[in-house]
């Protein structure tokens, strides 16, 4: 399976995007999916996931009330909505596919990713 990230760009601190992930090879509606972000310098980190139908969705802290994920089955795509975003959401953010049906926060339950999106946000 391949997963494809767009959406990214420069936008100003307070402003939104919305990502996008769109899967190929395989339909991925059977699996937990999540975001990640690795900012310049730093380790890669969690940023929200949900499970294989969508009715549990998890968070990191750093993006509660902030950001919100989403699926469409019937496209096989994912999105996250980033609003209120603030200088330090600047990272390349990865989409990642589950083996598992619920979500998780560790990378190591994920075994497909996307090649990342640039997110970049000026103060």
């Known amino acids: 399976v391949q997963l494809q990230a767009s959406g990214g760009g420069l936008v100003q601190a307070g402003g939104s995007l919305r990502l996008s992930c769109a899967a190929s090879g395989r339909t991925f509606s059977n699996y937990a999916m999540g975001w990640f972000r690795q900012a310049p310098g730093k380790e890669r980190e969690f940023v929200s996931a949900?499970?294989?139908?969508?009715?549990?969705?998890h968070y990191a802290d750093f993006v509660k009330g902030r950001f919100t994920i989403s699926r469409d089955p019937a496209k096989n795509t994912v999105s996250l909505q980033m609003n209120s975003l603030k200088p330090e959401d600047t990272a390349v953010y990865y989409c990642a596919a589950s083996r598992f049906t619920v979500w998780g926060i560790e990378e190591s339950e994920y075994n497909s990713w996307g090649q990342g999106t640039l997110v970049t946000v000026s103060s």
């Open positions: 949900l499970n294989w139908n969508g009715d549990s969705t």
